[in-house]
């Protein structure tokens, strides 16, 4: 079946207008996961004991330009600001300098915070968690170019914590070394992780010929 003809077989058509997409081609393509933004399901880690660390490794086997990942009910022993570091080995060890971010965080209580680097040892979310009773964090990471060795590997992220009060972080980061990063880790920056879920997706790509 041919895509990107609206309107085709209409007897008022005069132009193919080809690229644009009608809503029974969005339908079908996404239906066959081919859709650009589609989300594949990579992998999916739910904390057991108390790891200090959530390492995804083995990226290459599942090679995307994107991807994409949630954190449900982040709960950690101690009050912990989660960070996130990359790796070019494969897991067997984590890059620990270098790192740039920045971000924005506001909260319920009416204050608002800054934080920034460009000479970090990870890249700082500010996603706060512990124990306190009803206390978690949640949110996302997009990743970008991650396996590929000619671009520097980003990351943009959201947070909302509930912690002494609510709060919402919103910010990015970047490795700016150009090299392949095919394992990545979630860290708890004190204490350790006592809860959560954490799925890793790959974002779908169209590629026109």
Do not use: C
């Amino acid at each position: 079946m041919p895509y990107g003809y609206l309107g085709q077989n209409q007897p008022n058509q005069t132009v193919s207008n080809s690229g644009v997409f009608s809503i029974t081609d969005v339908a079908e393509l996404q239906s066959q996961g081919k859709l650009g933004g589609s989300l594949e399901l990579i992998e999916e880690q739910t904390v057991s004991g108390t790891p200090s660390s959530i390492d995804f490794i083995n990226l290459a086997n599942n090679p995307y330009d994107v991807y994409f990942l949630t954190l449900n009910n982040i709960q950690t022993s101690a009050t912990s600001q989660n960070t996130i570091r990359f790796s070019n080995n494969n897991g067997s060890s984590f890059i620990a300098s270098g790192y740039q971010y920045a971000f924005q965080r506001l909260t319920t209580a009416g204050s608002s915070f800054e934080g920034k680097s460009t000479s970090a040892t990870q890249i700082n979310t500010e996603m706060l968690s512990d124990t306190s009773t009803g206390s978690s964090g949640n949110g996302y990471f997009y990743l970008y170019n991650l396996l590929n060795s000619s671009k520097y590997s980003f990351t943009t992220f959201q947070f909302f914590s509930s912690w002494s009060d609510e709060r919402m972080t919103f910010g990015g980061g970047v490795y700016p070394t150009a090299e392949t990063h095919n394992a990545f880790q979630i860290v708890a920056s004190s204490g350790n992780f006592t809860s959560a879920t954490i799925k890793l997706y790959g974002v779908k790509q169209i590629w026109v010929t």
